[in-house]
């Protein structure tokens, strides 16, 4: 028997977990409570409020797989800090060599010798021969786009419904019959976005044709999967396919790789050896010190620096003070010579197969027609849902009030998903018995949900 839950069962369910939420966390309540007379809406980052809660939890340390809040609970962490620390919170090896770094100068705006180091390492991943720095993968982006601006005298970009780019102006956008419009989320809006972006689904390459045959797109970038409205992966052959359309018709092809790094040491990219004209890179790239990076193709850097060589690359006012500082990059080359390795991408994938596994398990069992996709480390799952092949079908399938009792439900009994969807991100020390547990979770709540 195939089913669904009830609203009225996830609601009287959602109900309880909130009282048991309210009760177990006073600390994380009187600090934010506290925090709200100085923070906008009681924290440093907006987004802090989407945790399932009816306010956030406050964390006082991490260690590997685990954080431990202000109450003294532990929970085993599948968010790790949404990628950011995906490769495992206080690793010995990255602080010593940060607090070396810092001990010796963490901006003097000169370059140090890691950074070549570094670029030369990026190359090898991703087969992109020149690298520059940001401070965050959107300020990555955001060059990108300009640098593609620059070159091709265009100015739209070309996005997919359902993309993530971080908060950058152009990407902030949903498609409301096939038209640019902007996101909920987008507030103080600069310009109207069908004078900066066209909006196609993923997928579609008869779409993305179309509107690139208008002649005005300096860009089309797109990450290699979706991973914002659950994971959306690329039917076969549809990135080339991509690229090749864009390059006929002199746009350039960007991939953000901020999330899908997950695949392995060169990304997605290597993964499946895609020549993108761009790659995006950041989130936990420099090992929790914010950082960026975005690698440019051989053909692309030698129109750059054609552009250059009218302005003066001294000029040419794409960064910022912090962009490419000591402590940053000294973090990139820890984490890219040490940490960010074969084998630590091994040991992640074998336990993000357990996760898929053991998730697979449970819908089975409980004769759930949903679906679990694993995108390297990365798995996303939904009970209830097939897969989706855009992010149209997909942020219409989303079920708000499951996905938050499923998050507070885990989160009670302390397993942390990350807030924004069902999804695990699987560090290196991640444990069997931390993927059990988030299985066994599951299991008990569909099993409470399910009809009698």
């Not at 820890?334 to 940490?339: A, K, T």
């Amino acid at each position: 028997m195939v089913w669904k839950p009830r609203e009225a069962d996830i609601q009287a369910l959602l109900d309880q977990e909130i009282q048991t939420f309210e009760t177990d966390h006073p600390r994380s309540r009187a600090l934010f409570e506290a925090a709200g007379a100085h923070l906008l809406n009681g924290v440093p980052l907006n987004w802090m409020r989407r945790w399932a809660g009816p306010f956030p939890l406050y964390a006082d340390r991490a260690s590997g797989a685990h954080v431990t809040d202000v109450d003294g609970l532990d929970y085993v962490d599948f968010c790790m800090g949404d990628t950011a620390s995906l490769f495992g919170h206080g690793r010995a090896d990255v602080a010593q060599a940060l607090k070396a770094r810092l001990a010796t100068g963490a901006s003097m705006m000169l370059p140090t010798a890691d950074a070549a180091d570094v670029g030369a390492s990026l190359a090898d991943r991703f087969g992109l021969p020149t690298w520059q720095f940001a401070v965050s993968a959107t300020d990555a982006n955001r060059f990108v786009l300009r640098l593609a601006r620059a070159v091709t005298g265009k100015r739209k970009v070309l996005l997919f419904n359902g993309c993530y780019h971080g908060n950058l102006v152009e990407a902030l956008i949903t498609s409301k019959n096939g038209v640019a419009a902007a996101s909920p989320e987008m507030v103080g809006h600069e310009v109207d976005p069908r004078e900066t972006t066209e909006v196609v689904e993923f997928n579609d390459i008869e779409a993305v044709e179309r509107v690139l045959a208008g002649g005005d797109i300096a860009c089309v970038m797109t990450e290699p999967a979706l991973t914002n409205c659950r994971v959306v992966l690329p039917e076969p052959g549809f990135l080339e396919a991509v690229r090749q359309a864009a390059h006929r018709h002199d746009a350039i092809f960007a991939l953000d790789e901020t999330h899908t790094i997950c695949c392995g040491p060169g990304g997605y990219t290597a993964l499946h050896d895609i020549k993108p004209d761009t790659v995006t890179l950041g989130k936990p790239i420099a090992g929790g010190v914010p950082a960026a990076a975005y690698g440019l193709s051989a053909d692309l850097a030698e129109r750059v620096g054609a552009v250059m060589a009218e302005t003066g690359p001294g000029i040419f006012a794409i960064g910022g003070t912090l962009t490419g500082h000591a402590l940053a990059i000294a973090g990139m080359r820890v984490m890219l010579d040490h940490v960010m390795t074969e084998k630590t991408f091994g040991q992640m994938m074998e336990a993000a197969e357990a996760i898929e596994t053991g998730v697979n398990d449970v819908l089975a069992k409980n004769e759930c027609d949903g679906h679990v996709i694993r995108l390297g480390a990365r798995v996303c799952y939904d009970p209830f849902v097939k897969a989706m092949t855009n992010g149209r079908h997909a942020l219409a399938s989303i079920d708000e009030a499951f996905d938050r009792l499923l998050h507070l439900y885990m989160l009670n009994r302390g397993v942390l998903l990350t807030p924004f969807q069902n999804m695990c991100l699987v560090a290196p020390q991640t444990a069997r018995s931390d993927i059990d547990r988030h299985s066994g979770l599951l299991d008990d709540l569909l099993t409470a949900l399910r009809p009698s």
